[in-house]
């Protein structure tokens, strides 16, 4: 059986490395290769865009894929859609495997948008130091805020329209909570925007905003596709597929 991961995603590694403990199965992992340097998963890798729905539909098909699991960025909105209309088009089994997003707690400041062009036009309300934790891709909705100043922290350089005041920290996580409260302070952050990305590498800096009294502008993120089953974790992934016939017995024990 085949299966194929839409990855990028510390998920989407995990499962690949479940999957490439003795289940018997032929496991290809695609990453969209808008990282320099990914962290690349066990199994056979493709890097690079199918060419929309009916690209990702006709390589299923040639590749003869038993079961697409978009394990994707819960922001990577446009490839989830194109996945469940590849999916629908050449009859193959999908899943989409999303870590559970954040839920604000007592003393938390929050204000959720929708988008980040939502979020700019927020901003110089809140704050005017900004810290800017939406990654490098999404800039120009910030570029006409002349009078704030951002610090942007992404894995790779940003490209393309940007903040006119703006400082690049390239990281990547997981993040310490006293790393993230020595940066708050060492920037003098009033205010930070995120995206609702869920999990625990980026969560820091929300209880050090927290513990700060500073507002968090956090952009919801876009829903799954409708009709298709979603699962919070790589695990309950492998029982999905094992709920799918995808290998014998023995390969349960893996959940």
């Known amino acids: ?106 003393g938390d400041d929050w204000h959720e948008v929708h988008s980040l062009g939502d979020a700019a036009e927020l901003l110089p309300t809140l704050g005017r130091r900004v810290f800017l934790t939406t990654g490098r891709m999404g800039l120009a909705a910030f570029a006409a805020l002349e009078d704030l100043w951002f610090l942007v922290r992404a894995v790779d350089a940003p490209e393309g329209p940007h903040p006119p005041r703006m400082e690049v920290l390239l990281d990547r996580g997981p993040f310490t909570l006293a790393g993230e409260r020595a940066l708050l302070s060492r920037h003098g952050i009033d205010v930070v925007v995120t995206k609702d990305s869920g999990g625990t590498a980026t969560a820091p800096k929300l209880t050090a905003a927290r513990e700060a009294g500073l507002p968090v502008v956090v952009v919801r993120r876009p829903p799954v596709p409708d009709g298709v089953p979603v699962v919070a974790g790589s695990e309950q992934a492998v029982g999905w597929l094992a709920e799918q016939g995808a290998f014998p017995d023995a390969g349960r024990n893996l959940t």
């Open 1 to 106: 059986m085949h299966v194929l991961i839409l990855g990028g995603t510390t998920e989407a590694r995990r499962l690949a490395e479940l999957l490439a403990a003795g289940t018997g199965l032929r496991v290809t992992t695609s990453l969209a290769g808008r990282v320099a340097a990914p962290r690349l998963p066990p199994g056979e890798v493709r890097v690079g865009g199918f060419g929309g729905a009916e690209g990702l539909a006709a390589w299923l098909r040639e590749h003869e894929v038993d079961a697409l699991i978009d394990a994707t960025h819960p922001f990577a909105g446009t490839i989830s859609f194109n996945a469940a209309k590849a999916a629908a088009t050449a009859h193959v089994a999908l899943l989409a495997l999303r870590r559970p997003g954040w839920v604000p707690v007592a």
